[in-house]
């Protein structure tokens, strides 16, 4: 996520009146955790500004678990949890599971004789086919559309949107705080019983948010094979929205089975964060999420990802504005080191002080912008830190990953100036404050510091490593990390594409997940 640098002063001011009320020890009297018997972890932060709550619902699971040959479940279940469920959504659903049935039984026989590499028989295919949309039809007399997200606007539900990146799967909204029970009834159902309707049309609009996304966009092209280029082994390599083979093949029952393996309890974490009680509300909660059936936390093992011994690079021909990204391999989240590559974020890219800002678009004028970030294309396992340019016109992508390493090895060879430091280390405390600022930002910083930690008070420990960090330790990182042979390339550059046209989109920074409001965009 990217802020606007304050001025100094500015910064001075707001820390001054908000760190006092804003310190762990003043949110340990306002927040309450509690495990459920099934595992399922409940955060509630007490925020009684005004009459509303927010919830972020995270489920530890995302594209890095996809199987292999089906990839884009993740998201694909993201989707279809807006559906609704045996009670929402269905006009009649004890005849809607038997027709609902019948849609896979079809599909299941269509797709067999689809993917026969001997034997297929067209005629056959074609009758299979026809019956297997017709299975459709009957199924979709039944649905009675978008009915749970209309439920919650109807109550002043506000924001009902989800998402899904590599390592999770998140749900979140805002309703008024009287309508707290209602939310928890449908949170809880919507992962009690899930019912997949509408599951082809609305793999048809996955379908075309990756035609959208990726194959008519430029960089989303570039990022699939960078990606793919820089994790040879480990899942990171997949896209989150799914390869288009394994789109036009998995079924319903497969992201059911996706479902039932990685929708535990003891995978989730719900963080609530409003004008709530922590004492009124967690019976409530306890009643309807403590429904969800106890279940065993997931195996996640992957393969590790070998050491690069070698400079990887992909180049895109296309009829578009040029980019340079590149990206080296650098341990997962909870290396001791965590806190000094996000030093080294802020301080090559936080605003227009920003050395990369500085150096490539203020002094050289060779790009139009200039950033880089750790986090790509996710955090929970060993990934990248990426530096990234938009090269101006009558400049190359030569010109600007040269002024890139220029920077890179200053880092290396001399240490930052004490300004920059303390810059750096004022900004993280900031940055705390403004994710705090809201009921949704504080619900969704309680869940994921709850879930990679286990305890949400790394949050603001976070902060306090930021503060231990030394300049030799930026030094010493930037050595260890920023070398030839652990380094991917991506490059556009301009000029005729394959046939694929596109416009040049937006920077390609950390977030990859999708944002599907109502769980179709």
Not at 26 to 52: D, H, M, Q, Y
Not at 239 to 264: C, H, I, Q, R
Request: aromatic share 10%.
């Amino acid at each position: 996520m990217k802020r606007h640098a304050l001025k100094p002063l500015a910064l001075f001011l707001l820390l001054t009146a908000l760190a006092a009320a804003q310190d762990v020890a003043s949110f340990e009297k306002r927040i309450t955790v509690k495990k459920l018997p099934n595992g399922l972890t409940i955060v509630i932060c007490e925020r009684p500004e005004a009459p509303v709550f927010s919830f972020f619902t995270l489920v530890d699971a995302g594209s890095a678990q996809d199987p292999m040959g089906k990839t884009g479940l993740a998201h694909m279940f993201e989707h279809m949890a807006f559906k609704g469920t045996d009670k929402v959504g269905t006009t009649d659903y004890a005849a809607e599971k038997p027709a609902l049935e019948k849609v896979e039984t079809a599909y299941a026989a269509y797709i067999v004789e689809r993917d026969k590499t001997v034997g297929r028989d067209e005629a056959k295919l074609k009758e299979l086919e026809k019956a297997w949309k017709d299975a459709i039809a009957e199924a979709d007399k039944f649905v009675v559309p978008n009915q749970f997200g209309k439920i919650v606007e109807q109550s002043g539900g506000q924001d009902l949107n989800a998402f899904t990146d590599y390592d999770e799967t998140a749900y979140h909204y805002s309703l008024p705080a009287n309508r707290l029970e209602l939310w928890a009834y449908l949170e809880s159902e919507r992962f009690l019983h899930p019912v997949l309707r509408e599951f082809y049309k609305e793999r048809n609009v996955v379908i075309e948010e990756r035609r959208l996304r990726t194959d008519s966009n430029p960089i989303g092209r570039l990022l699939e094979q960078f990606d793919a280029a820089a994790f040879e082994a480990h899942p990171y390599h997949r896209p989150t929205v799914g390869w288009m083979s394994d789109l036009n093949s998995f079924s319903a029952t497969d992201a059911k089975k996706f479902f039932d393996e990685y929708y535990v309890p003891a995978n989730m974490v719900v963080a609530v964060a409003g004008d709530v009680k922590a004492s009124e509300i967690m019976p409530l909660l306890e009643k309807y999420l403590g429904r969800l059936p106890t279940r065993h936390k997931p195996d996640e093992t992957t393969t590790t990802e070998p050491p690069q011994n070698s400079e990887r690079k992909v180049v895109l021909m296309e009829k578009t504005q040029p980019l340079y990204l590149e990206g080296y391999h650098r341990p997962d989240y909870m290396t001791k080191d965590d806190a000094v590559f996000d030093a080294i974020t802020d301080l090559m890219s936080e605003g227009r002080t920003s050395r990369l800002y500085r150096a490539l678009v203020r002094d050289k004028k060779i790009a139009s912008f200039s950033a880089g970030f750790s986090g790509l294309p996710g955090i929970k396992y060993p990934h990248l830190f990426a530096f990234y340019a938009f090269p101006l016109p009558g400049h190359t992508t030569q010109e600007v990953a040269d002024a890139i390493h220029a920077e890179i090895e200053r880092l290396k060879k001399e240490d930052i100036s004490d300004d920059e430091l303390k810059m750096i280390k004022t900004r993280s405390k900031a940055n705390l404050l403004r994710d705090l600022a809201d009921n949704e930002g504080l619900a969704t910083q309680l869940a994921t510091y709850q879930t990679r930690y286990g305890d949400w008070r790394e949050l603001f420990r976070s902060v306090d490593r930021i503060d231990k960090v030394t300049k030799a330790d930026i030094r010493r990182v930037a050595n260890e990390t920023f070398y030839d042979t652990n380094r991917t390339v991506g490059v556009i550059e301009t000029g005729k594409g394959a046939g694929q046209d596109g416009d040049h989109g937006s920077d390609p920074g950390p977030d990859q997940g999708s944002a599907d409001e109502g769980g179709a965009q």
